[in-house]
């Protein structure tokens, strides 16, 4: 099968459209052909060397798919050959195929193609696991989402909306902030010309918010402790600002604070099954009835996988770049 893989893995890799063998389905397993998948965070800092895939896990880039099952294992039954299918893998998403267990994928909602089903999984997943499962985010609760024009940030966000959250984010452009405001969050702040925490704490009247959620790190993490209510979330998802900081701990203590770390990637696969359960019964009714969406920046030919890649770190970017195989 046809892959993009990585030579010169490190500061000066390349992506090139190579070939390497179809993966074999275990017995539990689905093959599934893969029509698109999504850039992430994930794939830039692997192919730098600086986020290997788990082990035992396809060295491919890509952590979402979309496409058609055309092989099922010995021992699958969920499924058959031609349903059309999306969900997030720990690996091989940039391949032609890939093999995933039957019970780590959705049936792709009516009315969605292929390109917009693969900017679903990664970050609706992420979002829902991070915001309703580990910070048990509520009804009435303030939420900061930072980074809300981005893939993650626009997922979290309407799935705070629909639950009832009162939603602040974070952007850097204007184009940024109207896309956040559309999607429902009610306070965006640029953090180019604003500082963040200040404006929270002036928004809130200085009561803070109950959960964050962070994929900045180290440069944040006082000024996260700082507006954090009594017994607020602090869920950690990303390290882009830095991996070391010199925390002020009395805050922790006095208001009561959970800092909760958390990647997708790693998660144990019965947690991984139990995440998948709760979106199918949390979540999908609200993609299928169009109440909440995936929103899709660009869509590139996965043979142009280096320019989606450069489009992504310039950082400006709404929403999902999304790969697809169907002009190559």
């Not at 017995?27 to 830039?44: C, G, H, M, Y």
């Not at 303030?142 to 981005?150: E, Q």
């Not at 954090?228 to 979330?233: F, I, T, V």
């Not at 991984?272 to 995936?294: A, C, D, S, T």
Request: aromatic share 8%.
């Amino acid at each position: 099968m046809r892959a993009i893989l990585i030579e010169n893995e490190g500061k000066n890799s390349r992506l090139f459209l190579g070939e390497v063998s179809v993966p074999e389905p275990a017995p539990e397993e689905v093959l599934v052909k893969v029509r698109a998948t999504s850039v992430n965070q994930a794939d830039l800092l692997q192919r730098r060397g600086l986020y290997p895939p788990p082990p035992g896990v396809s060295s491919i880039l890509g952590l979402d798919i979309s496409g058609e099952i055309v092989e099922t294992g010995k021992n699958a039954t969920l499924w058959k050959e031609g349903d059309r299918v999306f969900g997030f893998v720990a690996g091989g998403g940039y391949g032609e195929f890939v093999a995933i267990n039957e019970k780590l994928i959705w049936s792709i909602p009516s009315g969605l193609d292929f390109e917009s089903a693969a900017a679903i999984g990664e970050v609706f997943a992420t979002a829902y696991l991070n915001l309703f499962i580990l910070a048990q985010l509520q009804k009435g609760e303030r939420a900061l989402i930072h980074g809300g024009s981005g893939g993650v940030g626009t997922a979290a966000i309407q799935l705070a909306r629909v639950a009832g959250v009162e939603i602040f984010t974070t952007v850097a452009t204007d184009e940024g902030k109207d896309l956040c405001m559309e999607l429902g969050a009610q306070y965006v702040i640029n953090y180019e010309n604003e500082e963040f925490s200040e404006k929270v704490l002036e928004i809130t009247s200085g009561q803070g918010v109950d959960v964050v959620l962070d994929f900045v790190g180290a440069p944040y993490i006082n000024k996260h402790l700082e507006i954090l209510r009594e017994h607020g979330r602090l869920v950690l998802i990303g390290l882009k600002g830095g991996t070391k900081a010199e925390v002020f701990l009395p805050p922790i203590l006095t208001k009561r604070l959970q800092i909760i770390g958390s990647t997708l990637r790693s998660l144990s696969f019965d947690r991984k099954v139990r995440l998948v359960e709760e979106f199918e019964k949390k979540v999908l009714p609200r993609l299928e009835n169009g109440e909440i969406f995936p929103v899709i920046d660009s869509i590139f030919p996965i043979n142009q996988v280096e320019e989606a890649h450069q489009r992504f770190r310039q950082s400006k970017h709404l929403g999902k770049i999304v790969l697809t195989w169907h002009t190559v």
